[in-house]
């Protein structure tokens, strides 16, 4: 059979334009469910070395896995496998976020793998009730002594395992949220947070939007990098926390930008 066409309509030369090309359009990731490095980089006319970085993106975002001469697609079930990594990271970020659960009546969790390890770890509280639309985080916090939990309903997303949606957003707005806490896919002290999804950007606008408090935790592989969506700036975080001692130099861009824990 002839070789597949070339595709000359724009230059590829950045990684977001890769990804743009892996993600959204014909080379889709998601719905072929498996790219190969050779193939993708014949079609969008770039070096198989730009389509092998663009690819470690989107594995770092958890949405593929590398796998010899290629990537396949990170779903939902897979959310086992982006916990466990940086783990003892997200551990160190559990105890460092802990002791803000006693300070408030009414927090909110997102759907991400790093407030999952919180939600685990749990201190004991008096008396908290929690907001999310992560159904992990919910089951994790079932049977939790003095601890109410409410789900958001709506759409579980394949690509991100979060519920979103209408329905979703509008049942964290109906909260008044004392705190929230999120986590990113990347984050620039220029861009602020990053999303792989707009549905997941969505969910935590709508988050931050009812909370007095809006913390954010990643792990230091997320400092200064960039992904596919922006969702907010990072004048709108009041505290961001990383596994870092808040001395380390990665943390320098943020310094004045935002209080480090």
Known sequence: PP?????????????TEILSGLVGSEMCIRDRGHVGIEDAAYRLNVHPMTIRRALKVLER????????????????????????????????MAEKLAPLLGEHE??????????????QNMPNVERLMVITYGVE??????????????LSGGERDSRTGSLVGLVAQQTVSGFS????????????????????????????????????RVVVAVDATKLSHRSSVRSFDLAQVDLLVTECDPRDPRLDPYRDIVDLR
Do not use: W, Y
């Not at 949405?63 to 290629?70: D, E, I, K, N, Q």
């Not at 999120?182 to 984050?187: E, R, V, Y």
């Open 3 to 15: 070789p597949p066409p070339r595709f000359f309509f724009f230059q590829l030369t950045r990684t």
């Open 106 to 119: 009414t927090v909110g969790f997102d759907a991400s793998s790093t407030v999952h390890v919180l939600a």
């Open 61 to 92: 975002d958890g949405r593929a896995r590398l796998v010899r001469g290629g990537a396949v697609h990170v779903g939902s079930e897979e959310f086992a496998i982006r916990q466990s990594r940086a783990l003892s990271a997200k551990k160190k």
């Open 177 to 212: 949220i004392d705190c929230c806490i999120l986590s990113a896919s990347a984050i620039d002290p220029e861009s602020g947070t990053m999303e792989p999804t707009m549905e997941e950007v969505e969910m935590k606008q709508s988050m931050a939007k009812a909370s007095q």
């Open 137 to 150: 985080a919910f089951q994790s916090l079932q049977g939790k002594q003095n601890i109410t939990t409410i």
